[in-house]
T-cell receptor, first 110, second 115 residues
Framework: DAKTTQPTSMDCAEGRAANLPCNHSTISGNEYVYWYRQIHSQGPQYIIH???NNETNEMASLIITEDRKSSTLILPHATLRDTAVYYC???????????FGQGTTLQVKP | DAGVIQSPRHEVTEMGQEVTLRCKPI?????LFWYRQTMMRGLELLIY????????DSGMPEDRFSAKMPNASFSTLKIQPSEPRDSAVYFCASSFLGGGAEKLFFGSGTQLSVL
């Protein structure tokens, strides 16, 4: 699975958009980009995933660059409850394994 | 659906004792994963099953750890004998693997403390 690089931590003001970057320059053509988050003391929670096109759901938007070497997770209106560790993971669809890195700790401030 | 159910929620034991962690995956899911999380090492994949068969156990730390999945609705992770360095939060997750991208659903975890 391709390795990802994320900033260790980020701050965001409540009500503003949170933009979390991820680099995955060695991604292969059959690998998806997944985002999960982990709120303190809970199990990780799926947010969104994509292959080539940008994706949006009720939680967030995922923007993938045309060359697929990087992506950005966007939380359009961050709330205090969005404070968590956000993990960007790339994985081929048929491997089953999901390998977590260190992620980005997002702190949403009032 | 109740989601992935893990038990116990907390476990405190003494070094040398056997510990058994339990997991009930989401009904209909065909893959099950055991993860361990510590401050030092983050989230580590220990083992995963597909259709009740262990597919990759390369993350299992040593022979003291074993995992079983006797049927599609139950799995155990056993540590015998336990050591203080096994103290961690152990998560179980399940998914339906096949036909494209899929997402994992995690349980609430078991907080294990080995004294």
């Amino acid at each position: 699975d391709a390795k990802t690089t994320q900033p260790t931590s980020m701050d965001c003001a409540e009500g503003r958009a949170a933009n979390l970057p991820c680099n995955h320059s060695t991604i292969s053509g059959n690998e998806y980009v997944y985002w999960y988050r982990q709120i303190h003391s809970q199990g990780p929670q799926y947010i969104i995933h994509g292959l080539k096109n940008n994706e949006t759901n009720e939680m967030a938007s995922l923007i993938i660059t045309e060359d697929r070497k990087s992506s950005t997770l966007i939380l359009p209106h961050a709330t205090l409850r969005d404070t968590a560790v956000y993990y960007c993971i790339v994985r081929a669809s048929n491997t089953g394994k999901l390998i977590f890195g260190q992620g980005t700790t997002l702190q949403v401030k009032p | 659906d109740a989601g992935v159910i893990q038990s116990p929620r907390h476990e405190v034991t003494e070094m040398g004792q056997e510990v058994t962690l339990r997991c009930k995956p989401i009904s209909g899911h065909n893959s099950l994963f055991w993860y361990r999380q510590t401050m030092m090492r983050g989230l580590e994949l220990l083992i995963y099953f597909n259709n009740n068969v262990p597919i990759d156990d390369s993350g299992m730390p040593e022979d003291r750890f074993s995992a079983k999945m006797p049927n599609a609705s139950f799995s155990t992770l056993k540590i015998q004998p336990s050591e203080p360095r096994d103290s961690a939060v152990y998560f179980c997750a399940s998914s339906f693997l096949g036909g494209g991208a899929e997402k994992l659903f995690f349980g609430s975890g078991t907080q294990l403390s080995v004294l």
